[in-house]
């Protein structure tokens, strides 16, 4: 039951995002090109799309952190850090970047993968391949003095 919910709530996720336009890089990319505000050329739709999402996730998360444990799971992994470490500094600039190269980011990049798109594919490699390359240098020894244990969202 609950692989099936978790696919239907992926399914409506990424339709969601086809719908919006956020798996199109070019409307993404016009989005972030706030340069074409004098011009006009500047696309605000996204901004809609953000703010729905906002919406959507405050109500959803007020509504289900009342609730004593989530229907599938024993109980709610949520992070208990408060502080700012360099991690958590570079990994959204990092996000950023190639966000604003790429035009995607990774849930618009894989429903991208199922119109067959070459710059999809070549997205989601080179975020796997960053994915792994980021996990191997946080366990370099001469880094984990800047690297903090594990947490249960990590494993």
Known sequence: MAILVQFAIGLIFGIGLIVSGMSNPAKVLNFLDIGGIPAGTWDASLAFVMAGAVAVTFIGFSRVLKLARPFFADRFYLPTRRDIDPRIVA????????????????GPALTALGFGSVSAVIFVAAMCAGMVLARFIAHLPSLTRFVTPADPLET
């Open 91 to 106: 990994g959204p600039a990092i996000f950023g970047i190639g966000w604003g190269l790429a035009g995607f980011c990774p």
